[in-house]
């Protein structure tokens, strides 16, 4: 009798000649230098914007002592300008937020920040020191606490300092903006200091005197005020960067706002804390600390204290290309 022998035939799985060519496809597009859109699309096209910088604050404290060491080590032949620049963890060099710089300028007696000029627009707030001054265009300018200095683009500009002590301030360029423009640069003057003359600070189009802007903002009735620095035409102060100064008094609440600008805040005076997306930030005078774009954020005074806030942005330069978005504060007032 013939036996009888079970044979098992291992199932063979049908090849799926579509994945496969689909494979075949992203192989062959990466080799031309191009890449599929569907594969990435809620990375390039995201619900929400999507900044890499996330708040942080500088603390003055810590950071002045290491800008006067390094005025004692560095001299102004090796650093052209004694800047420590103000990085966020998230971020490369230069960028404060993604779109704007933020550092602070050293400058000690008798030394000359030599001159130049470059693309970039700067605004300078002025921290504290006698003696200093900043020449743009021919225009010498005496430095004060609290002052707000212009250096449009392209305008020769010097730094200096008489007298004893220190003069330091807060610098804001829109530096990280050419990293997508790729148009800045710097040419030098052939001497050290750009002829000037002493100005008037009345005068003068490109200065803002803190007491003038204090005097706006404690003009305003109500625990929070707030006003821009605008030119005589009513208009911000460049095509990029803009800036503004709020009032808040002892234990009162800002309003909470939310915009597609991205921000650097100075404490010009007064103690108190910030509500950045998730994150508590506590600050005193001399601090230094950033709201990147679309993070929601509100101010608290400390009690008994009346804080003075100075802060950057980017809003003109975000609004003139039609990104601006905001919420409250009637659409941060009215655009």
């Not at 597009?29 to 910088?53: F, G, S």
């Not at 225009?139 to 500009?157: A, C, E, F, K, Y």
């Not at 006003?227 to 100064?245: C, M, N």
């Amino acid at each position: 009798m013939a036996s009888t022998t079970n044979t098992t035939t291992a199932s063979v799985q049908p090849v799926d000649s579509k994945t496969q060519r689909k494979k075949s496809l992203l192989a062959d597009l990466d080799t031309l230098n191009v890449a599929p859109l569907w594969a990435q699309m809620k990375r390039v096209n995201p619900p929400l914007p999507k900044p890499n910088a996330i708040p942080f604050v500088w603390r003055y404290d810590q950071l002045r002592p290491k800008l006067m060491q390094a005025g004692e080590l560095i001299s102004e032949q090796e650093a052209e300008r004694r800047v420590l620049m103000l990085i966020n963890p998230k971020t490369d060099i230069p960028c404060t937020t993604d779109t704007i710089f933020g550092g602070l300028q050293l400058v000690i007696p008798n030394e000359t920040a030599p001159a130049h000029r470059h693309t970039a627009f700067a605004m300078r707030f002025i921290i504290e020191g006698t003696g200093g001054f900043t020449a743009v265009d021919g225009q010498r300018i005496n430095m004060d606490r609290g002052d707000v200095i212009l250096t449009p683009s392209w305008t020769w500009h010097d730094h200096g300092k008489d007298g004893s002590g220190p003069m330091i301030w807060l610098d804001g360029l829109d530096v990280p903006s050419f990293k997508h423009f790729p148009v800045h640069f710097v040419e030098h003057f052939e001497k050290a200091r750009y002829p000037a003359t002493t100005v008037e600070k009345a005068e003068c189009p490109i200065v803002f005197p803190w007491a003038g802007m204090k005097g706006q903002l404690d003009g305003v009735v109500g625990t929070w005020a707030t006003s821009r620095y605008l030119d005589s035409k009513g208009g911000e102060v460049s095509k990029t960067l803009g800036s503004a100064a709020e009032r808040l008094d002892g234990g009162a609440t800002s309003p909470a706002r939310q915009e597609t600008a991205s921000i650097v805040y100075h404490v010009t005076e007064g103690s108190g804390q910030s509500e950045v997306g998730e994150q508590v930030i506590t600050w005193k005078r001399g601090d230094t600390f950033c709201v990147p774009c679309w993070y929601k954020y509100t101010h608290h005074a400390s009690p008994g204290e009346r804080v003075y806030l100075y802060r950057f942005d980017d809003r003109p330069m975000i609004k003139a290309l039609g990104f601006y978005r905001a919420d409250s504060v009637e659409e941060i007032e009215n655009v």
